[in-house]
C-alpha cells in the first residue's frame, strides 16, 4: 500500500513539474503540503541587527507567524511578499517572510498555513561563533605529515599520514641542479581538497586569505583558541595554523627561485585514509603561476607574522624575491600536465593577474616603489578572487595596507575601483528575487566559494566606507550558504539541520565514522554536473548531490573554507 501511494505521489509530483515547465512564471501555482518545497532559513540563525529573511513556498496564505519557541507565543504575525521565482532555481514560486526588525535575542520558528513549520533558528549576535572556530579547525584536521592526535581532534583522530621526507622529483620538474639529489623533504601541508595532493596555488589563496582575515579582524582572532597542539603557545592560532602551510610551501622553491607546481601521487589516491596511502609522491611541474603565487603569499606571509616569528619573516621574504625574480625571466612557464600525470591541473595561462598581486605585496613588504611601478603599468580588471584570478587580492592588500604608501589621489583612485565592484554586487543583490547576489555566471564548480568571495569584496566595501548597506548583501551570502537557498541544505558540514553527510573528502569517506568532519564547505550547485552522478534537477542554483560520487558539487577545498572563515570572522566581529 505504501509502494502504491509513493508511486502515485511521485506521478503527481512529475505531473506538476512537467506543467510548470510549460507555464514558467505562472505565480497562480501554488505550492502544497504534499509538495516537497519547506520554508527555508538560515538554519543556524541571524545575527540581532542583521537582514532577516526566510523564504516560503508559494502558498495560499498571505500571512506568517513569527513563534518563540520557549514560550509557544506569536511575536510577529507579518505579511508574506507577493510571488517571485529566481531564475536559477526554475519554476518554483515563493514568498519572501522579512522580520529584520524583530531584534529579541531566542529561539524561534516560522509557522505558514499550508506549509510545514520552519526548523527552529536563532536570533542572537553568537549564531556564528562555532561555526566559524570549525571552519578555521578543518584545516588543522587535513594536516599532512602529522597525526591527528585525540585531546584535539576527537573522534576524527587518525595516525600520521603522507611524512613526505622522500617525495622524488618527476621527469617534468627535473631543471636546474636539485634533481640530483634523489628524494627530497617537503613535510607539512594541508591536503588540498577530496584527495592527498598538495598544490602550491591554491594554498597560496587560501593561506592568503586566513592571513587576510587575521589582519582584518584581529580582536577575533587573539582570542580565539582552536584546540591545536599550538593553542598553549603566545601566538594566535591561526597564525600558527597558516604556518603549517607556509613551511610546506617554502620547500616547493628549487635552487633557482622557481616553484614547484604541485605534490601529488601520479594517480589519484585510493578510497582510504592518508596513513593507508604509500604511493610514491612527486614534485610535479615547475611553473611562473605558482613562483607568483608563492611571492605573493610569503610576501604577505612575512608582513603578518613578523612580530611572532622575526626569523621566519626574513626568510619568506628573501624566498619571495627570489621567486618574483624567477617569475621576471620565466614570465609564460605555464603547467602542462605530463601524460602519465592524473592528479589536479591548476592550470592558468593569464597570469597579468598573478603578476599584479606579486607586485603589490612586494611593495607592502618591501616599501620599494619599483614593486608599485611594476603593479601600476599592468592596469588590470579586478573581481571576486578565485585561484585563478588573483587580481582582486592585490587591490585589497593595497587598500587596507597602502593608504601612508600612495598618493591620496592614487589611493582613491584604487578605493573607488574597489567601491564600484561591491555596488555591482550590491544591486545584484537588490535585485535579486532571492535576496542573494547569485548570478547564473556564479553557479560555476565551487559556486558556494563564488558567493563567499564576494560577500568578501561586500564586507571590504563596508569597512572601508563605513557604509552597513554592504553588510546586508554580504549577509544575503551567509543565510545563503547556511540554508537560505533552493536545495534545503546548510553547505558546512555538521552545522543546522539539513547538512551534507557524504562530501567528496577522502578523509570522511574512509574514517569509519558516520558523521563527516565537521566545518567544511561543500563546492555546491552548478549545473555542469561533470561527475555525471545522480541529480534531482538541473537548475544551476538546485543542481547538487550529497553523495560521495559528486566530486563537482559535493567536494570540500582549502580555497572554499577559507573565504567562509573570512566571511564568518567579520560577522563574528560585530
Ligand atoms: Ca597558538
Ligand atoms: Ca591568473
Redesign the pocket.
Known amino acids: 500500500m505504501k509502494n502504491v501511494v509513493l508511486k502515485l505521489t511521485l506521478i503527481t509530483v512529475f505531473f506538476l513539474s512537467a506543467c510548470s515547465a510549460v507555464v514558467k512564471g505562472d505565480f497562480s501555482k501554488l505550492s502544497t503540503e504534499s509538495s516537497n518545497q519547506k520554508i527555508a532559513v538560515n538554519q543556524l540563525g541571524y545575527l540581532v541587527n542583521s537582514e532577516k529573511i526566510a523564504i516560503v513556498p508559494n502558498v495560499t496564505a498571505t500571512t506568517y507567524d513569527l513563534v518563540d519557541v520557549n514560550t509557544n507565543k506569536v511575536i510577529r504575525s507579518g505579511q508574506l511578499s507577493h510571488a517571485k521565482i529566481w531564475d536559477n532555481a526554475g519554476n518554483d514560486t515563493f514568498k519572501h517572510a522579512d522580520f529584520t526588525d524583530i531584534v529579541t535575542q531566542g529561539n524561534y520558528l516560522l509557522r505558514v498555513k499550508g506549509v510545514r513549520n520552519s526548523a527552529v533558528f536563532s536570533i542572537n549576535n553568537h549564531v556564528y561563533d562555532s561555526v566559524h572556530t570549525a571552519a578555521l579547525k578543518y584545516y588543522y584536521l587535513n594536516r599532512s605529515s602529522i597525526e591527528i592526535e585525540k585531546k584535539y581532534a576527537g573522534i576524527y583522530a587518525r595516525p600520521l599520514g603522507h611524512k613526505d621526507d622522500d617525495v622524488l622529483y618527476h621527469s617534468s620538474a627535473e631543471q636546474g641542479d636539485d634533481f640530483k639529489a634523489k628524494e627530497v623533504q617537503s613535510q607539512k601541508g594541508w591536503y588540498d581538497a577530496g584527495d592527498y595532493g598538495k598544490y602550491v596555488v591554491n594554498s597560496g589563496i587560501a593561506t592568503y586569505t586566513l592571513l587576510a582575515a587575521f589582519e582584518h579582524y584581529p580582536e577575533v582572532y587573539q582570542k580565539q583558541i582552536l584546540n591545536?597542539p599550538?593553542?598553549?603557545?603566545?601566538?594566535?592560532?591561526i597564525?600558527?595554523e597558516a604556518l603549517w602551510n607556509l613551511e610546506w610551501l617554502i620547500t616547493m622553491q628549487s635552487k633557482d627561485g622557481g616553484v614547484y607546481h604541485k605534490l601529488t601521487t601520479l594517480e589519484w589516491p585510493g578510497y582510504e585514509m592518508p596513513h593507508e596511502d604509500k604511493r610514491a609522491r612527486y614534485l610535479i611541474g615547475k611553473t611562473t603561476a605558482a613562483s607568483l603565487n608563492f611571492a605573493a603569499t610569503l610576501s604577505a606571509a612575512s608582513r603578518v607574522i613578523a612580530p611572532y616569528y622575526p626569523n621566519k619573516s626574513k626568510q619568506y621574504l628573501g624566498a619571495a624575491i627570489k621567486a618574483w625574480k624567477y617569475s621576471l625571466e620565466n614570465r609564460t612557464q605555464f603547467y602542462e600536465q605530463p601524460a602519465d600525470v592524473k592528479s589536479g591541473e591548476y592550470g592558468d595561462s593569464q597570469l597579468k593577474d598573478e603578476f599584479a598581486w606579486a607586485a603589490a605585496e612586494l611593495f607592502l613588504t618591501t616599501k620599494d616603489n619599483i614593486f608599485y611601478n611594476f603593479y601600476k603599468e599592468i592596469n588590470i580588471d579586478y573581481s571576486a578572487p578565485s585561484w585563478r584570478n588573483v587580481s582582486y587580492l592585490s587591490l585589497s592588500s593595497l587598500l587596507f595596507k597602502a593608504k601612508e604608501l600612495l598618493s591620496k589621489q592614487e589611493y582613491e583612485d584604487l578605493k573607488i575601483k574597489q567601491k564600484n565592484l561591491a555596488d555591482m554586487y550590491l544591486k545584484q543583490h537588490i535585485s535579486s528575487s532571492y535576496s542573494v547576489a547569485m548570478e547564473k555566471s556564479d553557479f560555476v564548480w565551487g559556486s558556494n566559494s563564488a558567493a563567499l568571495n564576494k560577500a568578501i569584496v561586500l564586507l571590504q566595501a563596508a569597512q572601508l566606507n563605513n557604509n552597513s548597506h554592504y553588510l546586508k548583501a554580504a549577509q544575503g551570502f551567509v543565510d545563503y550558504i547556511l540554508g537560505r537557498n533552493p536545495t534545503g541544505y546548510s553547505f558546512v558540514t555538521g552545522f543546522g539541520y539539513k547538512t551534507p553527510q557524504h562530501p567528496h573528502h577522502r578523509i570522511s569517506q574512509s574514517d569509519g565514522i558516520t558523521a563527516p568532519i565537521p566545518g567544511m564547505l561543500v563546492g555546491g550547485p552548478q549545473a555542469g554536473q561533470q561527475d555525471e552522478c545522480n541529480y534531482d534537477s538541473n537548475q544551476p542554483a538546485k543542481s547538487y548531490s550529497d553523495s560521495w560520487c559528486s566530486y563537482s558539487t559535493n567536494e570540500v577545498a582549502i580555497n572554499w573554507n577559507a573565504p567562509l572563515v573570512y566571511v564568518l570572522g567579520a560577522f563574528v566581529s560585530r
Open positions: 591545536i599550538e593553542s598553549s603557545d603566545n601566538v594566535p592560532d597564525i600558527n
